[in-house]
Antibody, heavy 115, light 107 residues
């Protein structure tokens, strides 16, 4: 059974850092592209970042230089290191595999950036 | 950045009716377009990929068409459980982008 479980969200002050994790079972993270997508409260979906073949990474302009996506094949886990966080980064963060479309998705983890 | 514009913003129809949702790209995305359904409080679910291919387990009443800049998601006969937000998304150019969504309401 495929499962993707995010963790690491929480409340952080502006300028702070968080590291999100997405533990995957049922397939290997190195077998496809893996991505983060976020959704601010009451808003639409925003693609954040993707990692393909373990080392090709791409980012939305809004997070470039502040966020880093990575994966650990031994733990079969996807990560998102988020630095210099801003209030506008407040959102539910979903991890998702990508096979022509984002599928499957995790349940999401809430990140709140506020003082 | 490719902008995806979805219309209408809200669609209110009765069960059994046909729903037609539009997604227009600011430049050609070839067939690199997907559609998602998101119900309240849930993660999105992939419906259609590469413009017209139904994802695994998606009912046949959902279909996608189009290429280039104009795309359509059709729900042939609405069921009460189809009440949701629907998003299109392109993977033709970086950064990948989503449309702003269409809300489908069932009367």
């Amino acid at each position: 059974e495929v499962q993707m479980v995010e963790s690491g969200g929480g409340l952080v002050q502006p300028g702070g850092s968080l590291r999100l994790s997405c533990a995957v079972s049922g397939f290997t993270v190195s077998s496809t592209c893996m991505s983060w997508v976020r959704q601010a409260p009451g808003k639409g979906l925003e693609w954040v970042s993707v990692i393909c073949s373990g080392d090709n990474t791409y980012y939305a302009d809004s997070v470039k230089g502040r966020f880093t996506i990575s994966s650990d094949n031994s733990k079969n886990t996807l990560f998102l290191q988020m630095n210099s966080l801003r209030p506008e980064d407040t959102a539910v963060y979903y991890c998702a595999a990508f096979y022509g479309g984002f599928d499957p998705w995790g349940q999401g983890t809430l990140v709140t950036v506020s003082s | 950045e490719i902008v995806l514009t979805q219309s209408p913003a809200t669609l209110s129809l009765s069960p059994g009716e046909r729903a037609t949702l539009s997604c227009r790209a600011s430049q050609s995305v070839s067939s690199s377009l997907a559609w998602y359904q998101q119900k309240l409080g849930q993660a999105p679910r992939l419906l259609i990929y590469d413009a017209s291919n139904r994802a695994t387990g998606i009912p046949a009443r959902f279909s996608g068409s189009g290429s280039g800049t104009d795309f359509t998601l059709t729900i042939s006969s609405l069921e009460p459980e189809d009440s949701a937000l629907y998003y299109c998304q392109q993977r033709s150019n970086w950064p990948w982008t989503f449309g702003q969504g269409t809300k489908v309401e069932i009367k």
